[in-house]
T-cell receptor
Framework: DGGITQSPKYLFRKEGQNVTLSCEQNLNHDAMYWYRQDPGQGLRLIYYSQIVNDFQKGDIAEGYSVSREKKESFPLTVTSAQKNPTAFYLC????????????FGSGTRLTVV | RKEVEQDPGPFNVPEGATVAFNCTYSNSASQSFFWYRQDCRKEPKLLMSVYSSGNEDGRFTAQLNRASQYISLLIRDSKLSDSATYLCVVIAPPGNTGKPIFGQGTTLQVKP
């Protein structure tokens, strides 16, 4: 079955470290998104990509970086410049035909230790 | 004013009740709208799209009011399993391919 796979499910980062969160989809979707969710809050858009080799900043891009070298993959790097990275990170993709909507991965919980 | 706003709740209702949530949006040019359901510590899942003429899926009805710039979700005959957070999503222009903006979610607790 097609879907989005995020890994790892849980990630612990030391202060000052960069970490990369993986997001892979086999849905043949063009657009992919990264969101951050803090406890009791909604989703905030970090970065999104409509096509390969192109991406745009969302509302809270500072301290994050992405790449989109393949249609299937949209990894997110949380850099040491992100001062409060502890959160639930969700990756999503969007189909451009048929039933509309976004499909989400199961998320990565990042904790700074 | 936030681009998309929801009453965070929680809405506490008894089983069998009818409950409605609203979601207001600020950009009148927005064209695509969705309702998502998110269970605790899980990813959001698509509940239903919202069409201009309104649409129904079993016990769930979604409506769009362009004049007042809000969408609504009505749940009839609430079940315990309906307890979750309901997120509205508005697609910012241009067209239907702009960036998706999520509301903060409305929490529903259905009690026995």
């Amino acid at each position: 079955d097609g879907g989005i796979t995020q890994s790892p499910k849980y990630l612990f980062r030391k202060e000052g470290q960069n970490v990369t969160l993986s997001c892979e989809q086999n849905l043949n979707h063009d657009a992919m998104y990264w969101y951050r969710q803090d406890p009791g809050q909604g989703l905030r858009l970090i970065y999104y990509s409509q096509i390969v080799n192109d991406f745009q900043k969302g509302d809270i891009a500072e301290g994050y970086s992405v790449s989109r070298e393949k249609k299937e993959s949209f990894p997110l790097t949380v850099t040491s410049a992100q001062k409060n990275p502890t959160a639930f990170y969700l990756c999503a993709s969007r189909r451009e035909w048929g039933r509309p909507g976004y499909t989400f991965g199961s998320g990565t919980r990042l904790t700074v230790v | 004013r936030k681009e998309v706003e929801q009453d965070p709740g929680p809405f506490n209702v008894p089983e069998g009740a009818t409950v409605a949530f609203n979601c207001t949006y600020s950009n009148s040019a927005s064209q695509s709208f969705f309702w998502y359901r998110q269970d605790c510590r899980k990813e959001p899942k698509l509940l239903m799209s919202v069409y201009s003429s309104g649409n129904e899926d079993g016990r769930f009805t979604a409506q769009l009011n362009r004049a007042s710039q809000y969408i609504s979700l009505l749940i009839r005959d609430s079940k315990l399993s309906d307890s979750a957070t309901y997120l509205c999503v508005v697609i910012a222009p241009p067209g239907n391919t702009g960036k998706p903006i999520f509301g903060q979610g409305t929490t529903l607790q259905v009690k026995p």
